[in-house]
């Protein structure tokens, strides 16, 4: 969808003990609905990496914002939850603050679920929904090793995949590429962490719990998933005897479409918070 309107893009430091954080906000002349879309990237993903995916959500008329934290710092954890998660899950509320966001929708990307879900349960009055993309906690626990190989073997289905999709799709296929390598590269050991976060992850009780503090949540999961395959989804999900969801988008695709589709999928996530929102 092309809009001839020029949003307003502004890119701002915000100052921390726990670490400085960059957010990138971009606000369309004619907004739609007056509550922002935060976009929670997935592991080793940055606002850079979902560039076209702000600009999408722009294109809409939403307020797309986004936010790059810093690999160094931090602070410690509470009520048992993954240090890497947990400050990712500060650093958002930190910028609604910052920003004065008293409400905000999410779109969350795979381990951006698990921050999304913590800063959402502590706070569920700053959150109206939340459209999980292709989340972490999906396939119950998992183990590192396997998590890791079925990374290695998407990065594999990505390279044959390059030959075959339009130049602005490379473009965003290698910024995902070279945004994951600077951020394992500037902490290994954190990028380590997170990696077990994911692996640990399971979200089904959560999701209930979202629901009984009113916040409505909806998934999107891409039938050709390589990290978290929707077979696993489906089996798991039947094993817990099903998933706490108002809406569950199955779409064909791999796990990052919403960074390098997101005319496509970026835009089906807008419109299943707009679903939610009409919920309430």
Same mark, same amino acid.
């Given at each position: 969808?092309?809009?001839?309107?020029?949003?307003? %893009?502004?890119?701002?430091?915000?100052? *921390?003990? #726990?670490?400085?954080?960059?957010?990138?906000?971009?606000? /369309? =002349?004619?907004?739609?609905?007056? &509550? /922002?879309?935060v976009v929670l990237p997935g592991w080793g993903e940055t606002p850079a990496t979902?560039?076209?995916?702000?600009?999408?959500?722009?294109?809409?008329?939403? *307020? #797309?914002?986004?936010?790059?934290? /810093?690999?160094?710092?931090?602070?410690?954890?509470?009520?048992?939850?993954p240090r890497s998660e947990y400050n990712k899950a500060l650093a958002?509320?930190?910028?609604?603050?910052?920003?004065?966001?008293?409400?905000v929708d999410l779109i969350a990307h795979s381990e951006g679920a698990i921050p999304a879900i913590i800063a959402a349960l502590n706070n569920?009055? *700053?959150?109206?929904g939340i459209v999980f993309v292709d989340p972490a906690g999906l396939i119950g626990k998992d183990s590192t090793p396997k998590l890791a190989a079925r990374f290695v073997g998407m990065l594999a289905k990505d390279?044959? *995949?390059? #030959?075959?999709?339009?130049v602005n799709k490379k473009l965003n296929?290698?910024?995902? &590429?070279?945004?994951?390598?600077? %951020?394992?590269? #500037?902490?290994?050991v954190r990028g380590v962490q997170e990696v077990n976060a994911i692996a640990a992850a399971d979200i089904y009780e959560m999701l209930t719990a979202l629901q009984e503090v009113g916040i409505k949540v909806s998934v999107i999961?891409?039938?050709?998933?390589?990290?978290f395959p929707i077979e696993k989804v489906l089996k798991t999900s039947e094993e817990k005897g099903g998933m706490d969801t108002t809406g569950f988008?199955?779409?064909?695709?791999?796990?990052? =479409?919403?960074? &390098?589709?997101?005319?496509?999928?970026?835009?089906?996530a807008v419109n299943a918070l707009e679903n939610l929102s009409n919920k309430h």
């Open positions: 969808m092309e809009n001839s309107e020029t949003p307003i %893009s502004q890119r701002e430091k915000i100052k *921390r003990v #726990a670490g400085d954080l960059e957010v990138t906000d971009i606000i /369309p =002349e004619t907004l739609k609905d007056e &509550v /922002p879309i979902h560039k076209d995916t702000l600009n999408t959500i722009s294109n809409l008329h939403r *307020r #797309a914002i986004a936010i790059r934290i /810093p690999r160094l710092g931090g602070t410690t954890a509470q009520n048992g939850y958002l509320i930190d910028t609604l603050n910052k920003k004065e966001l008293k409400t569920p009055e *700053r959150f109206r390279a044959l *995949r390059m #030959a075959k999709v339009p296929m290698l910024r995902a &590429v070279r945004e994951a390598t600077k %951020s394992f590269l #500037a902490n290994p999961h891409g039938t050709n998933d390589s990290l988008y199955s779409v064909k695709g791999d796990h990052r =479409e919403v960074s &390098v589709h997101p005319e496509k999928y970026t835009a089906l």
